[in-house]
């Protein structure tokens, strides 16, 4: 009968078959400004929030700080203040931003960062190596710690959080060997000072600007048109040309503010891009592109979205899990470096206190979920300078710190609240 009827039919006119919308089709539909904020926004209703939270917290805040305290607040060198005040929590946050998308913890990152700064301090100081070598062994130091972690969290299978609390413990007690109980250790070395309290020449910021604008333009470009020849789909180029136009104003401008004359006297000058800023650009190209443009990138979040799901694909569990520790305390021991740097020295309490709250706290403030498998290395960039916003503008309008606690605390409770409920709209959408 089907086949009688299939030859009822004259030639050339079978109705067109359509494809299910399961197939492959939507990958290849070209895609117009409409459709693509379309399907943006109903990502966003989905809760795929992403950075929005922090990009719209940190607008507001520097809104808050600016009409309390417009003569200051925006001052060209309160703003590179803020650039050098956020520079530690950021670079620890890009190392736990790495743990966080396994779903997992290090809560001795802030302690490793304090026991390498000390290492590297010790080395210059007592041993007279040269910077280079002292950071090297500094870095080296770090990745032994986060071996270590990744070996007993992922071949032992002892859970994170208690492997990283015995080591919080653990590695304070190593501080205090090295520096010696209430002894600080003072860093003059040239190079590593200048990484937070020096500036670049005002010619090489400018340079450095224009050309990471340029190369994230060519990137961008690169990669549509790479999609739109192997016919996939691909985001039109008005937004593709308005996110280059966006990072490009941001550096271009900020460059601009800094390279400005900020020296409370007429008789200095001191103006340039710190040194630090390029240190933390560096990091997060390089952790953004392992992430989103390599293998390794992709087996992370798929272990962090379903660890048994990705190693029945065949992805090494174990070796991606101990990864993450090694590159998490890697940038943990960078952190302290820089940390040294700003201080000019390192004591017994470097790396405790609050420090990994604060790291912790901005990689998740900056859109890292806490539940794995969602975040990028920007996160913790705006999660940084959201809580150097909020220490620097509660520092200027004269606030307690006790209330300075409450308020970066509560904001950090608000971004886990937000990543929770997000999180319980993308299973219930199935996203």
């Not at 333009?217 to 308005?242: C, E, M, Y």
């Not at 000058?269 to 390794?296: C, D, E, K, Q, S």
């Not at 990138?297 to 798929?302: I, K």
Request: hydrophobic share 50%; charged share 15%; proline share 3%.
């Amino acid at each position: 009968m089907g086949a009688s009827m299939s030859t009822d039919i004259p030639k050339g006119k079978q109705p067109a078959v359509k494809l299910a919308d399961s197939d492959f089709a939507s990958d290849r539909r070209e895609h117009d400004v409409r459709s693509s904020v379309a399907d943006y926004w109903a990502r966003v209703r989905a809760g795929d929030l992403g950075a929005i939270p922090a990009i719209l917290g940190l607008a507001g805040l520097i809104a808050l700080f600016a009409a309390l305290r417009p003569d200051t607040f925006l001052s060209t060198g309160n703003v590179a203040n803020l650039f050098t005040q956020a520079l530690p929590y950021t670079i620890l946050a890009m190392g736990l931003v790495f743990v966080l998308l396994l779903g997992e913890i290090d809560l001795s990152a802030g302690v490793t960062s304090g026991v390498c700064g000390a290492v590297m301090a010790k080395l210059i100081v007592d041993a007279g190596q040269p910077w280079y070598v002292a950071v090297l062994v500094a870095i080296g130091t770090g990745l032994v710690i986060g071996t270590s972690i990744g070996w007993l969290v992922a071949v032992l299978r002892i859970p994170s959080f208690v492997v990283t609390l015995a080591l919080f413990l653990g590695l304070q007690g190593v501080t205090l060997k090295l520096i010696g109980e209430g002894g600080t250790v003072p860093v003059h070395d040239n190079v590593i000072v200048a990484l937070a309290n020096k500036n670049m020449p005002i010619w090489l910021g400018w340079t450095a600007a224009v050309v990471c604008a340029a190369g994230y333009g060519a990137s961008q470009f690169l990669r549509w048109r790479r999609q739109r020849t192997r016919g996939l789909a691909a985001k039109p180029v008005q937004i593709v040309a308005a996110r280059v136009a966006v990072v490009a104003l941001v550096l271009l401008v900020g460059t601009y503010l800094l390279s400005l004359d900020r020296a409370p006297s007429p008789l200095i000058t001191l103006a340039g891009v710190p040194w630090g800023v390029p240190l933390v650009a560096v990091l997060l190209i390089a952790a953004t592109f392992l992430l989103g443009r390599t293998a390794y990138g992709r087996h992370v979040y798929a272990v962090g979205g379903n660890a048994e799901a990705a190693r029945r694909a065949g992805i090494n569990v174990t070796r991606i899990r101990v990864s993450v520790f090694m590159i998490g305390s890697s940038l943990a021991a960078i952190s302290g470096v820089v940390a040294a740097s700003r201080l000019n020295s390192v004591a017994t309490e470097s790396g405790g206190g609050n420090t990994l709250l604060l790291g912790v706290g901005a990689a998740v403030i900056g859109g890292t979920s806490l539940f794995g498998g969602r975040g990028r290395a920007r996160d913790a960039v705006l999660g940084g300078l959201v809580i150097a916003v909020i220490d620097n503008g509660l520092g200027l309008l004269g606030t307690k710190a006790y209330a300075n606690y409450l308020i970066t605390g509560g904001v950090l409770l608000l971004a886990a609240s937000i990543d929770a409920i997000a999180s319980r709209r993308r299973s219930a959408t199935g996203r």
